[in-house]
């Protein structure tokens, strides 16, 4: 809707500088210390023609169409619109021709009569009206053919593109070539599941020794190698080429390429590229000390933070012990686990078991110094007190023992509010 607008403007800037383009030029003359070159300030401004008028009001019916959901309203009228992308005298058609690529994919989605050829239609015409936006029209239709089950049909439109060049390759053109190459790689992995699919169902099941089968492994475990050497996150890519992988037996391959996606400076950080690792390096039974150094890269609000303090629990190590206790407690800075029963049994735990060492106090309380002020407020009021009666009360008994280890020097309301309730 932004680009509709823009466009709606740019039109109405016609309009606007008739009116005005005496009176901004000489007032440019007098502010601007700007050198100008070859400006002939006597220059006809482009005016609106009858044609552009009426391809405006034709906009700005569909806009309002569309603003209001009426789709069959709006395809009335984008059926007259696409004759802006004859027109010449307005300068390039490239912004009308992405406008009117992504009106009607908008339309036809929502239009309840809409079908598949409709969108053929629209995609086909688009493509073949300039090579702008060619290879993501490209891959959009074929997301659409995927969306229906057409996925031979949505490869086939993928491998045209791919092979598509049009004069010197620039740095936009080459990612959109990458990325049409990784997602025509994808789709042969789907494929590959398909008839995994199928094939495990029959009584010959020797899936992994059917060539033909072996052969979409092979063509897109290739592109997915390939793509993968480009720094990006590549997330749906890298499981696909995993789980392939894996089923061939090919660990050390797998490894591989999952520490290359977490530890290679080249590629933007990714906390999902630490999780893939670390799912792969479980399901491989892997030592917990290599468990916990692909973990302790991950935020507090993560998930498997709770995980990772577990390790650090059942590890020997005192230091292991107190960085267990700055997990937990930063664990419990974020509002999505502030009333985590799980959470506050870990902290418990990592408590008692702290609590054997001479120095435990001095530990807890270097912990909490910079969170005396706040923490109270975030867990240990009235609120707090009665929600949690009320809500989970397991989570209240857990909660308020630890308010005099965690706040030794502070009366807690939410301690007072369990005397008073006989709580």
């Given amino acids: 809707m932004d680009d509709l607008d ?6 109405k800037d016609l309009e606007d500088d ?15 210390k700007l ?9 006809e401004p482009p005016r609106e ?13 569909i806009r309002d169409a569309l603003l209001h959901h009426r789709w069959q309203e709006a395809a009335e ?13 307005n300068g390039p058609a490239q912004s009308y021709k992405e406008l009117t690529w992504r009106i009607s994919a908008e339309i036809l989605h929502h239009h309840p009569k809409s079908k598949l050829e409709d969108y053929n239609n629209i995609y086909e015409r688009m493509k073949h009206s300039g090579v702008r936006h060619y290879l993501m029209i490209c891959l959009e239709h074929s997301f659409h053919l995927l969306l229906n089950g057409h996925i031979e049909e949505a490869k086939r439109q ?34 590959w599941c398909d008839k995994k699919f199928t094939h495990s169902s029959t009584e010959h099941s020797d899936f992994a020794d059917n060539q033909d089968i072996r052969n979409y492994f092979r063509t897109a475990s290739v592109n997915l190698k390939e793509i993968l050497k480009n720094p990006g996150v590549w997330d749906p890519f890298i499981l696909s080429y995993v789980e392939m992988l894996e089923f061939y037996e090919d660990q050390e391959e797998a490894l591989k390429v999952l520490n290359d996606y977490a530890y290679d400076n080249s590629f933007p950080p990714n ?10 390096l479980k399901r491989c039974d892997t030592a917990e000390k290599k468990l916990m150094k692909v973990l302790h890269v991950l935020v507090p609000s993560h998930e498997l933070m709770l995980e990772y303090s577990s390790f650090l629990l059942q590890s020997e190590k005192s230091s292991d012990l107190q960085k267990a206790l700055g997990v937990v407690l930063e664990m419990l800075d974020f509002a999505c686990w502030r009333s985590n029963l799980d959470v506050w049994k870990r902290l ?21 110094a910079d969170r005396q002020g706040w923490w109270p407020a975030l867990h240990f009021t009235n609120f707090h007190a009665s929600k949690d009666s009320e809500e989970n009360p397991e989570l209240m008994q857990v909660k308020a023992p630890l308010t005099k280890t965690l706040c030794p020097d502070l009366t807690l309301k939410y301690t007072d509010w369990q005397a008073i309730n006989g709580k």
């Fill in 271 to 280: 906390p999902n590229a630490h999780v893939y690792l670390y799912q792969y």
């Fill in 49 to 61: 023609t009858g044609f552009h008028r009426s391809t405006r009001v034709c906009l700005e019916h």
């Fill in 158 to 191: 993928l491998s045209v593109s791919e092979s598509w060049r049009y004069g010197k390759e620039s740095a936009a053109q080459f990612q959109r070539a990458k990325l049409i190459q990784a997602y025509r790689s994808l789709l042969d992995y789907i494929i």
């Fill in 348 to 368: 418990e735990a990592i408590i008692q078991k702290l609590q054997l060492e001479k120095d435990w106090k001095d530990v807890v309380f270097t912990k909490m």
């Fill in 77 to 89: 009228y984008m059926a007259c619109y696409p004759q802006m992308l004859e027109d010449t005298t």
């Fill in 35 to 43: 050198p100008l070159v070859n400006l002939d300030m006597h220059a």
């Fill in 18 to 32: 008739n009116d005005s383009f005496d009176d901004n030029s000489s007032k440019a003359s007098t502010k601007s």
């Fill in 6 to 11: 823009r466009e709606l403007l740019a039109v």
